[in-house]
């Protein structure tokens, strides 16, 4: 971590010193006079597509966007309504000035990352967050499955995303509630037919090589992040391994009778010593996830975010941009972690003030990253079965959506810092 942050600040400090020209720059200022917060990451990624360098101003005006001023970016701009103005050298160093003299930095983002998200083809009856920010906010990406993941097709994507998804193998535990409905049947009926396509004789195994597969992709290099229920079910499958955790009712044999004495926490990203919900009729994985006391709180609760030193640790700097400290919580199938559950050596980004609940962190794995938020829809509180998609046109200016896409653009700073 201390040399990933001294590479950050040596490329900011290099192109802070080539920058303070008379040329003019367009600023996407990111506080509460943005119209349009979710497009204005798009306008970003957009200049990157094009090799035109963005600079992201972290902690300045809510994390703003600084660029050279080109007619295109400009009409990009007003076309999706991104609020932002046009300024000279002085005002430009002014800028420079005041982030060198605060608690902000500035990091050079360059090349737009390779974006994948982990779905399946299948119409799923709930919506997925990440990719309706991506949609509404003009980001390219491409849908990947378990079959692209184990044939090893990861490492033409920088960024993976994984959302509402059962990496236990227990179809999301919804066997008590849905299991005489259609989607519920060919959602089984999927990923059994993938699993014996693969020589796997149950889905749990299937998705135990997954979620390992994944891991090594994340060791590699990848930047991984997960939401709602694909946060505690990866972690659970990366500890169970190859041990049977799931009840009879999902692959036809009971879950082996020692199977919490093999859970090795060493072998997982973000949690330790939790302990698992064996029982098929609950709908709950283990006590990881903290949505029955924080259903109970209601929908007036807000997480905090913390804020960290820009120019010491950017990374989550980077991740927690936004025109708030205070966001609204959301709820899912996992809605935020137990904070005795989370390991020592994960970064934790955001909490429920007086509680014990966790709901965003951050950490390493060999060359890459992982970051896990927990619930499923932040402009939706309780987003139930059946629910139709969240309109984020009426959601333009949210700060809960704002993290994901935070989480969008930080590969194009950390690569170029892997290199140097």
Not at 339 to 353: F, N, Q
Not at 383 to 397: A, I
């Amino acid at each position: 971590m201390r040399t990933l942050i001294f590479c950050l600040s040596l490329i900011a400090t290099a192109h802070l010193c080539c920058s303070t020209s008379s040329a003019e720059k367009i600023l996407i200022y990111m506080d509460l006079a943005q119209m349009d917060h979710l497009r204005s990451y798009g306008v970003a990624y957009w200049a990157l597509e094009q090799e035109w360098p963005v600079e992201w101003l972290l902690n300045y005006r809510g994390g703003s966007f600084l660029m050279d001023q080109h007619p295109e970016i400009e009409k990009r701009c007003r076309i999706d309504g991104v609020t932002y103005t046009v300024i000279g050298g002085v005002e430009v160093a002014r800028i420079y000035d005041q982030i060198q003299n605060s608690n902000m930095d500035n990091i050079l983002l360059e090349k737009a990352p390779r974006v994948a998200v982990y779905i399946p083809d299948n119409k799923e009856p709930w919506d997925d967050a990440v990719t309706l920010a991506l949609e509404y906010a003009k980001i390219p990406y491409e849908k990947v499955w378990d079959a692209e993941v184990l044939k090893g097709r990861l490492t033409n994507y920088d960024w993976l995303h994984l959302h509402h998804e059962d990496f236990t193998g227990q179809f999301g535990k919804f066997y008590a509630s849905f299991r005489n409905t259609d989607w519920y049947k060919k959602d089984v009926a999927m990923n059994t037919k993938t699993a014996r396509r693969f020589g796997f004789k149950k889905v749990s195994q299937l998705k135990h090589a997954v979620a390992q597969t994944i891991k090594r992709y994340v060791g590699n290099g990848g930047f991984l992040f997960s939401m709602c229920s694909a946060t505690d079910t990866y972690d659970i499958a990366l500890a169970a391994g190859n041990v049977d955790i799931v009840a009879s009712v999902y692959d036809g044999d009971p879950p082996d009778p020692d199977c919490e004495k093999k859970l090795d926490y060493s072998k997982t990203f973000v949690f330790t010593d939790f302990k698992l919900v064996l029982d098929p009729l609950k709908y709950e994985h283990s006590d990881i996830d903290v949505t029955s006391t924080a259903s109970i709180r209601g929908p007036d609760t807000y997480f905090s975010l913390f804020e960290f030193s820009a120019k010491y640790d950017p990374v989550p700097t980077m991740l927690t941009q936004d025109h708030v400290s205070l966001v609204k919580e959301f709820l899912g199938q996992n809605s935020g972690f137990n904070r005795k559950t989370i390991k020592k050596s994960v970064v934790v980004m955001a909490e429920v003030l007086g509680t014990e609940e966790i709901k965003y962190v951050h950490g390493n794995f060999g060359m890459g990253t992982f970051t896990f938020l927990g619930g499923h829809d932040p402009e939706d509180y309780q987003h139930m079965v059946g629910d139709p998609p969240t309109r984020l046109e009426l959601h333009k200016n949210s700060p809960g959506y704002r993290l994901i896409l935070n989480n969008i653009l930080f590969p194009a700073a950390k690569k170029k810092e892997q290199k140097t």
